[in-house]
């Protein structure tokens, strides 16, 4: 499942980190079936993957990992879905993440999720519009001042 990238352009879109929470814990928990399966192999981290392109690498790699409640596929869900909405990878500590998917879930249904999602991005394309369109001016404004300056 592909998702789009949040809060990248501006700020992070911490109301909908249960929405896609949701969306991967399925995913994580399939993962962590399949790395038990073959945790014994040497190239296990290659199997999962192979299996799972979707899931970055680093988190998969964390299904290994010794303590119990990283390796939880609910915990690296939480921090894939932080990901998504555009919050920096170990920039929040865990339990603050909770605190935002905690928050969101009691007033985002999946509907909601999807209208806030294209309000969201709405709101960024025009921020983005915005700053291109002045980017532009100071360029012009630049071009002219250097023109006269010649002159």
């Not at 994580?28 to 290659?46: I, L």
């Not at 894939?80 to 920096?88: E, F, M, Q, V, W």
Request: a positive charge; proline letters at 3%; charged letters at 30%.
């Amino acid at each position: 499942m592909k998702f789009i990238l949040l809060g990248k352009w501006n700020q992070p879109a911490f109301n909908l980190v249960s929405f896609y929470y949701d969306e991967l814990l399925s995913q994580w928990k399939a993962a962590k079936e399949v790395y038990k399966a073959n945790k014994n192999f040497r190239n296990w981290e290659k199997m999962l993957a192979a299996s799972f392109e979707d899931l970055p690498t680093d988190l998969l790699q964390k299904l290994g990992d010794p303590d119990n409640y990283s390796s939880m596929p609910s915990t690296i869900a939480l921090e894939h879905a932080a990901r998504i909405c555009g919050i920096k990878p170990n920039s929040v500590v865990l339990r603050t993440l909770q605190n935002y998917s905690e928050k969101s879930r009691k007033w985002i249904n999946k509907e909601g999720a999807e209208k806030a999602i294209g309000i969201f991005v709405k709101h960024k394309v025009e921020a983005i519009k915005k700053e291109i369109i002045n980017d532009i001016a100071d360029e012009f404004l630049n071009e002219i001042n250097s023109s006269i300056e010649k002159l």
